[in-house]
């Protein structure tokens, strides 16, 4: 059984810092494009960043050199590190592991707060 579980969201003033963790269990991250999405109220769900088997990165142009995913695989985890956070950075924070032919999983989601 396969699970991706967030977790170091929170609330954060603007211009501050969190790191995300995506730890999996059931599938090898190193082998799978791990992602980040969000989901503000009243959006739909969004990529943020992406980290391929490969290593090659992606991130959405809102979140460019503030955001940068990462991978651990001895760790069996993923990151994503988000500095000079702005209030529209509010959102629901998903993992998802993504193989084509293999699977495509979601994590459950966690709140990240930008607000004073």
């Known amino acids: 059984q396969v699970q991706l579980v967030e977790s170091g969201g929170g609330l954060v003033q603007p211009g501050g810092s969190l790191k995300l963790s995506c730890s999996a269990s059931?599938?090898?991250?190193?082998?799978?494009?791990m992602g980040w999405y969000r989901q503000g109220s009243g959006n739909e769900r969004e990529l943020v960043a992406t980290?391929?088997?490969?290593?090659?990165?992606n991130y959405a142009d809102s979140v460019k050199g503030r955001f940068t995913i990462s991978r651990d695989g001895a760790k069996n985890a993923v990151y994503l590190q988000m500095n000079s956070l702005k209030p529209e950075d509010t959102a629901v924070y998903y993992c998802?592991?993504?193989?084509?032919?293999?699977?495509?999983?979601w994590g459950q989601g966690i709140q990240v707060i930008v607000s004073s």
């Open positions: 998802r592991a993504l193989r084509l032919g293999a699977g495509n999983y």
């Open positions: 980290v391929t088997s490969g290593g090659s990165t």
């Open positions: 059931g599938i090898r991250v190193s082998i799978y494009t």
